[in-house]
């Protein structure tokens, strides 16, 4: 992974237009091909990225450029699409690189994991005519729990806890703002399901447009006893 902290400007063309004016800021270049560009805020979430697969090109700036003090330019070109981050360096405050290695992937507590587990096997659940694509499905950012279908074809992104909250609502957000930018997968749509869901969280999660599910974790393993409910 490549560390560069720079005074820069970054522009996204392509199916939509966005730009970040001149400010220092932190670009990581990883492995797999993803730039990501972060600011010393918002929490771990970029303020523009390009996903994998993708290539890097540094390029020295046009004369325009170079007057209005750009040193270096950065172009990432989408594999998969004309879309590019267009990142114009002025000044270039730090560079490392370092050698991470094979990463064994996030492990989950014994709950969410039998939970994740059981949806990808009861994926019906959800709606009737959902059928899995799957799971642990990796994106630049971090896995989605469960990638499946709806009965329409549609994509569907679950994010699984066993208590949720509003990070979790966030969370999601977060894939879904990635998967969409993705012409195979789009439009993707979002399921929050947890064993409890708290009031906020539904709040939140309703205001975006993410569906929230409640699921009875004995129902799911067999263990729930039905003759002996009250209701």
């Known amino acids: 992974m490549r560390l560069v902290i720079a005074r820069c400007s970054v522009d996204y063309v392509g199916r939509l237009k966005a730009h970040l004016p001149l400010a220092t800021r932190l670009l990581l270049v990883k492995a797999d091909g993803s730039v990501l560009v972060h600011s010393d805020g918002g929490s771990y979430k970029p303020l523009n990225w390009m996903s994998p697969p993708a290539s890097l090109r540094v390029s020295t700036p046009d004369e325009v450029d170079v007057e209005i003090g750009v040193v270096e330019q950065w172009t990432v070109q989408s594999a998969k699409t004309d879309d590019r981050l267009i990142i114009n360096i002025h000044e270039q405050i730090h560079d490392t690189s370092h050698e991470l290695g094979q990463d064994p992937g996030l492990i989950k507590d014994g709950v969410e994991a039998d939970l994740q587990r059981l949806l990808a096997d009861q994926i019906e659940l959800l709606g009737t ?27 569907v992104a679950i994010e699984l806890k066993r208590r949720g909250d509003i990070d979790g609502v966030e969370q999601l957000t977060r894939y879904l703002e990635l998967l969409n930018r993705d012409p195979l997968l789009a439009p993707v749509r979002g399921i929050f399901a947890a064993q409890q869901i708290k009031p906020q969280a539904k709040v939140l999660a309703n205001d975006r447009g993410i569906d929230c599910v409640t699921l009875d974790y004995d129902a799911m393993r067999g263990v729930d006893d039905v003759e002996s409910r009250l209701f």
């Open 129 to 155: 005519g959902f059928s899995l694509i799957r799971r642990e499905y990796f994106t630049a950012i971090g896995p989605v729990d469960i990638l499946a279908r709806d009965a329409k074809g549609g994509t």
